[in-house]
């Protein structure tokens, strides 16, 4: 045995559960879900549910115990016969009632349970788990132990229902195969040699004869045998039991076997051995791929993209990520070029919720058609065969105006490729591309909040690379410096015009400063003086000084007010004929000023009115010369 082979079936032993925690082997009732059916026989219950394909209702104990029971059993009428007369059968084993040995109470309870946990495995994985088991192996450990095991024989598949929240449960037959208890066959026959009977065709199928079949097989087992009359609603699993047996090289033909697989041999064995990606990481995309030749049908990105670009030449590969970053549409992707190129796809995965969302993408696309749900709750050999039917009814799916969109898609690729080039492209000589300088720009505006910045003239930026590295190193230069001289205005050599100082200036530099500091103090003590004569606070700052002194300049400035009524009421009641009067004051004051030197003090005091009519009325005239009062 190679080491493929070796690694493939110690993988295939782990799925293999034959220990007694599988209720396939060793079946107990569990405390709040499942039902124990008693009273009634399994071929009566096979011929009902499965070839008459009819509904089966619980019953619980035959008197309500409590009063519990008895509002249960009015408000959901758990006792009615149902109205169709072919259900009017009274016989105890031939009728569509379950019988079994709990109140109405811990039925319901019982039922609601089980309803609610079997939703949550088909929602979830999509699998029906539950099955009604007809006929239980009761079997020993060893021929020493005292523990009596049961295991079921046939499981028929069902699901539980109910019309409304006020009805009553019932059991219906899925419609998928019977299944049988292949765990207890290959533990009966890996630890006892004992190979039991498989179940024959559901058309074929007689229980007497099979649990007969079953009993002769078990014959040299002391204290072993088939219960015939037990019935049990309960929850079982076979997936990892049929991957078990799928993956038995036995079961496959020579040129096929699973560990001859290109796939299972790098899985298990050397190791996958994949070339690099035709596209590299720095290689412009579009150049590789012709977009007439993809069937993208739902948006990708560009690693998106290469990932089915890279599936496409047969690489083998692992996508990974977080929600959200896009999985489900790479996988859409792929079926959809898988499709494009006429080959199948088998789409596997663990949870239910994400097979429906890649079902969901590929219906919205219009390729929902091409897609045969196979392992689901829903499927069985009837509703497959109708499905196939249904699609190859369909006909060859018609495009129309492929040329003009993948014309339109063409132009609007090559659009922006070319604003992405342009963006990316060094300015000049710079080395600086668009794309970092208005990243740079945004940045610092986000920085500096409320500054306004200069606009950035792209046409105007001619340095070259090496200016564009000496000026921002200069530009750092003088941050630093910033940074510890703190705001320019602020500092005390603000306005110096002094560009060199050397060492030799520092004595000179101590004496004016010593000067500068006595002529403070004095400064300081006057002002002091001074606002104490004006009744101010004394000043300690260069403004509240220059408040001082301007105080004192209007105080000298004052005119003298001796003899005057400053308390007079006339200087608020008559306020406007005091400015006009000041006004005409400002004025004459004005007038004797340009007019002084011209005039003799006595034309002053002259009445001018007659002498201003004459010019009035003479001026104008070009004979005026000639008038005597002229």
Avoid at 127 to 148: K, P
């Amino acid at each position: 045995m190679n080491s493929v082979q070796a690694k493939l079936e110690a993988s295939r032993q782990e799925l293999l559960d034959l220990g007694l925690r599988n209720k396939l082997i060793n079946y107990w009732p569990l405390k709040t879900r499942g039902v124990e059916i008693v009273d009634e026989l399994p071929e009566h219950v096979y011929q009902i549910l499965v070839q008459a394909d009819r509904a089966m209702y619980f019953l619980p104990k035959p008197e309500p115990e409590t009063e519990n029971d008895k509002d249960i059993a009015e408000q959901m009428d758990w006792f009615a016969l149902p109205e169709d007369d072919e259900e009017r059968d009274f016989a105890r084993h031939t009728d569509n009632r379950l019988q079994t040995g709990y109140s109405l109470a811990e039925l319901q309870r019982r039922l609601l349970n089980t309803y609610y946990t079997a939703r949550t495995y088909i929602e979830e994985q999509g699998v029906n788990t539950l099955y009604l088991a007809l006929g239980m192996l009761q079997w020993y450990e060893s021929e020493s132990s005292e523990i009596q095991r049961q295991a079921p024989l046939v499981l028929v598949p069902v699901e539980l229902k109910r019309t409304s929240v006020r009805a009553r449960f019932h059991v219906r037959y899925t419609g998928e195969d019977l299944g049988t208890n292949l765990s207890l066959q290959a533990r009966v026959e890996s630890d006892f040699s004992v190979r039991l009977p498989s179940l024959p065709e559901d058309d074929e199928l007689d229980f007497p004869h099979y649990f007969q079949e079953v009993d002769f097989a078990v014959l040299r087992l002391p204290r072993w045998s088939v219960d015939t009359s037990a019935i049990a609603l309960g929850f079982f699993s076979f997936a990892k039991f049929l991957m078990y047996r799928d993956l038995d090289a036995q079961n496959w033909p020579e040129e096929a076997s699973p560990n001859q697989h290109p796939i299972l041999q790098s899985v298990l064995g050397t190791g996958f051995q994949e070339p690099d990606s035709v596209i590299g990481d720095d290689d412009h995309i579009d150049q590789h791929i012709n977009p007439a030749q993809t069937h993208h049908v739902v948006d990708a990105d560009s690693s998106q993209t290469l990932a089915i670009y890279d599936v496409s030449q047969g690489r083998n590969l692992v996508i990974q990520g977080p929600p959200g970053t896009g999985k489900s549409q790479t996988i859409t992707n792929l079926i959809a070029e898988a499709i494009g190129k006429r080959k199948r796809v088998l789409f596997v995965a663990e949870k239910m919720a994400a097979l429906e969302v890649v079902k969901r993408n590929l219906d919205r696309v219009g390729l929902g058609d091409a897609c045969l749900e196979l392992h689901s709750h829903k499927m069985n050999k009837r509703a497959v065969i109708d499905e196939l039917k249904r699609t190859l009814e369909l006909g060859q799916p018609k495009v129309t105006a492929f040329a003009q969109e993948l014309e339109i898609l063409v132009n609007n690729r090559d659009r922006l490729n070319r604003y992405c080039d342009a963006v990316n492209t060094p300015i000049g000589e710079s080395d600086i591309t668009p794309y970092h300088a208005f990243g740079t720009l945004l940045t610092v505006e986000r920085r500096l909040s409320g500054v306004e910045l200069p606009t950035l003239n792209l046409h105007q930026f001619q340095h070259s690379a090496a200016e564009f590295r000496q000026g921002l190193a200069i530009t750092e230069e003088l941050q630093t410096l910033l940074k510890r001289m703190g705001t320019p205005i602020a500092h005390p050599f603000w306005g110096s015009q002094c560009k060199i100082f050397l060492p030799n200036d520092s004595a000179q530099l101590e004496q004016f400063a010593e000067e500068a500091r006595g002529g403070v103090l004095a400064l300081k003590n006057s002002s002091a003086q001074l606002a104490q004569q004006l009744k101010l606070p004394a000043p300690d700052t260069l403004e509240a000084i220059e408040r001082v002194i301007r105080a004192a300049r209007r105080a000298l400035e004052a005119p003298e007010l001796e003899g005057v009524a400053v308390k007079a009421t006339e200087w608020l009641m008559q306020s406007e004929d005091l400015e006009t009067g000041l006004y005409a004051g400002e004025r004459l004051t004005l007038l004797h000023k340009a007019y002084d030197e011209v005039l003799i003090p006595e034309a002053w005091g002259q009445n001018v009115l007659e002498v201003r009519k004459v010019l009035a009325v003479y001026g104008p005239k070009w004979w005026r010369l000639l008038s005597g009062k002229y």
